[in-house]
């Protein structure tokens, strides 16, 4: 991976309504404005109606302002937070299976592991599970290293990010009482209309 490709990616941390269809709508967004999503990684938040949202985009650091005035456009995003112009904590995890049928693969990527905060996670007779947790370029080195023994399989979860220290991401944002707009508005079957 070179590092032109690093620097044209963006981080772009939503917080939203932890319904039905939200992420549908915020990925058509990207699709509309032709931004390649790069990873997407969502999760509940220590409040069980917010979802954060960390969405690593193919996009120059020019675009990062239109980027969040579009998501904030979207009925169900609360706030939206660009991270690549203040500290913060990145971290994405790789599960990578890797070829294991000799004792020379064995010994190289016993001494690999050891190298990066990587660890063995399973090991069968022709083939070993790594995982690695690191920010996305200590990753993508760990990978290039392991890749010569065979890499059979990977999955990666995809970026997350936090701000350090004091900058803390979160909302006051309440879920208006959907109990009494149901009573008003509910054709029956329960939806509101």
């Given at each position: ?133 690191g920010t996305e370029k200590f990753l993508e080195e760990f ?51």
């Amino acid at each position: 991976m070179s590092n032109e490709a690093v620097d044209t990616k963006i981080t772009v941390v939503a917080l939203v309504e932890n319904e039905p269809g939200v992420l549908n709508r915020i990925a058509s967004m990207f699709r509309r404005r032709a931004f390649n999503i790069d990873s997407l990684t969502v999760g509940r938040t220590h409040k069980p109606h917010i979802s954060r949202m960390t969405i690593r985009v193919d996009a120059g650091p020019e675009y990062a302002r239109k980027i969040a005035n579009n998501l904030l456009k979207l009925v169900n995003v609360i706030d939206v937070r660009i991270l690549d112009n203040e500290p913060h904590i990145e971290r994405d995890l790789a599960l990578i299976k890797v070829r294991n049928d000799d004792t020379e693969s064995r010994n190289t990527i016993t001494e690999i592991c050891d190298r990066y905060p990587a660890r063995i996670v399973d090991v069968g007779p022709k083939v070993a599970i790594i995982e690695m947790v690191g920010t996305e370029k200590f990753l993508e080195e760990f990978i290039e290293e392991v890749r010569p023994t065979g890499i059979v399989e990977m999955i990666r979860t995809g970026v997350v990010s936090m701000g350090r220290g004091t900058r803390i991401h979160d909302t006051d944002y309440q879920r208006p009482d959907l109990s009494r707009a149901g009573a008003e508005g509910a054709n029956g079957n329960g939806r509101i209309v």
